[in-house]
């Protein structure tokens, strides 16, 4: 799925609602979990049968890069999971907003170096870099989909297009043992898309 759906569950008079990215997840609310799939991507369950709500004391370990207990949740991807001909995308939360806030990363070819920043172009902020197929990138710059304003890969300086001289919004984040990690007092976790 490129662009996120709404879902909310409703649980011993608690709600939660969530954008869900990906074709699977959960969502948990009071106590359940509601675990779904779309287009058939489930691991098990017969072909066909309708996602449902159940009671769980703890919620299954995803195989989608979320952290759980005993795992870092400022984890973002590993370093080779990051391209250096384009981008991929993540979601960073707030400890108070279940929404999150999307950004790309990108690694320099030469040096390794990941470079992070919010999903949206400074042109018009409901743009995204990245649609969901990597953002195109054309001698070292970021190039919007939209209105092909190019943004250099380190500062994230736009160098020509409507908004030159403006820059992306930078989101910390750093290379430890292979593995990137967000790095951004900001946020308090990061999810897959």
């Known amino acids: 799925m490129d662009d996120p759906a709404r879902v909310t569950v409703e649980a011993d008079g608690e709600a939660t609602r969530e954008a869900v990215y990906g074709s699977e997840g959960e969502v948990d609310a009071g106590g359940a979990t509601f675990r779904f799939s779309v287009g058939g991507a489930s691991d098990g369950g017969a072909e066909g049968d309708d996602a449902e709500a159940t009671e769980t004391a703890e919620p299954a370990e995803p195989d989608d890069g979320t952290a759980t207990d005993g795992e870092d ?14 981008t991929i995308r993540r979601t960073a939360m707030r400890p108070d907003d279940r929404r999150g806030v999307g950004f790309i990363l990108r690694r320099d070819a030469e040096t390794d ?10 042109h018009k902020p409901e743009v995204p870099l990245d649609p969901g197929r990597g953002a195109r990138v054309d001698g070292g710059e970021i190039v919007c989909h939209e209105h092909g304003a190019r943004f250099e890969c380190g500062d994230g300086l736009c160098t020509w297009g409507p908004c030159v001289g403006e820059e992306l919004d930078p989101v910390g984040v750093e290379v430890r043992d292979d593995d990137v990690y967000l790095d951004d007092e900001r946020f308090a976790s990061v999810r897959p898309r």
């Open 113 to 122: 170096e990941v470079f992070a920043w919010r999903n949206s172009c400074p």
């Open 73 to 86: 949740p400022m984890f973002v991807a590993s370093l080779s999971e990051v391209p250096t001909g384009s």
